[in-house]
């Protein structure tokens, strides 16, 4: 009896083998893909169209183009870095009651990641450059500040949040001073064969004017491999939840493809 149980237990798990190591595959590859401290070089296309607004009927989109670049320990710094380049391409009002599109201002931050094992931490300086093509598409100053990540991975999936703050130091003397920050939760559930639910909304603090939105979101997207790289395609509503001033979202859709390399 024993010994037909002990092969009945053997075959059960020989036939369920290859679907729990997938399952297991699936989830590893969807948080590499969705973890912002992920080790790897990457590219992505994100796209943030709001076309509510309280108090207001505009309506604004910002592209982002976004790469990341690792850097590995060396002499003289001994932890690992990622390097991550923003350059949005945004659609503003305009003052003839029309519309503006173009470049919007870049971001730069370096994060170095002082703890890899368990909750993963990266902390590191942020600056901002005015080079948005129209006033209303960027600031017109030169901003700088610190950004940091804590990151929970396991099979089930991401919990984390990335939090930025930044002021102005310099750039054109007749746009106001800005100071801002922001959080933006990371909760990321894996579901079966690379499909996973996201909520990801920025909470958005205007320091210097007393204002701020907080969005909250809920979506999917799907993680597959092609070749030696990882895409990610997801979409992502995001209704605004709490806000204390005029003219902030009140809804954005919120989508991407993202590409991991070589991973």
Not at 242 to 260: Q, S
Request: glycine share 10%; net charge negative; no cysteine.
């Amino acid at each position: 009896m024993l010994k037909k149980m002990g092969m009945g237990a053997v075959i059960l798990v020989s036939s369920l083998a290859p679907f729990i190591f997938a399952q297991a595959d699936d989830a590893e590859t969807a948080n590499k893909s969705n973890n912002p401290l992920n080790i790897a070089p990457g590219m992505s296309l994100q796209d943030y169209y709001t076309p509510k607004f309280y108090d207001s009927n505009i309506h604004t989109n910002d592209l982002l183009v976004r790469g990341t670049l690792p850097i590995a320990p060396n002499d003289f710094i001994g932890v690992p870095q990622l390097i991550r380049v923003t350059a949005p391409i945004s659609t503003r009002p305009d003052p003839n009651s029309g519309y503006s599109t173009g470049e919007g201002d870049l971001n730069l931050f370096d994060i170095f990641l002082l703890k890899t094992e368990g909750v993963q931490l990266g902390v590191g300086p942020m600056i901002t450059a005015p080079t948005a093509d129209q006033d209303e598409l960027g600031t017109g100053k030169w901003q700088a500040g610190l950004a940091a990540v804590a990151i929970d991975s396991s099979p089930r999936g991401l919990l984390g949040a990335l939090v930025q703050y930044q002021s102005s130091f310099a750039g054109d003397h007749d746009r106001p001073h800005v100071e801002s920050a922001t959080m933006q939760p990371f909760i990321i559930h894996n579901l079966e064969k690379g499909w996973y639910l996201r909520s990801t909304g920025i909470w958005t603090f205007d320091l210097k004017n007393d204002t701020h939105y907080i969005p909250l979101g809920l979506g999917g997207g799907k993680v597959w491999k092609s070749g030696p790289n990882v895409l990610n395609v997801f979409i992502e509503p995001q209704w605004t939840v709490d806000h204390k001033g005029d003219d902030l979202p009140k809804f954005t859709l919120y989508a991407g493809l993202n590409v991991t390399f070589g991973k």
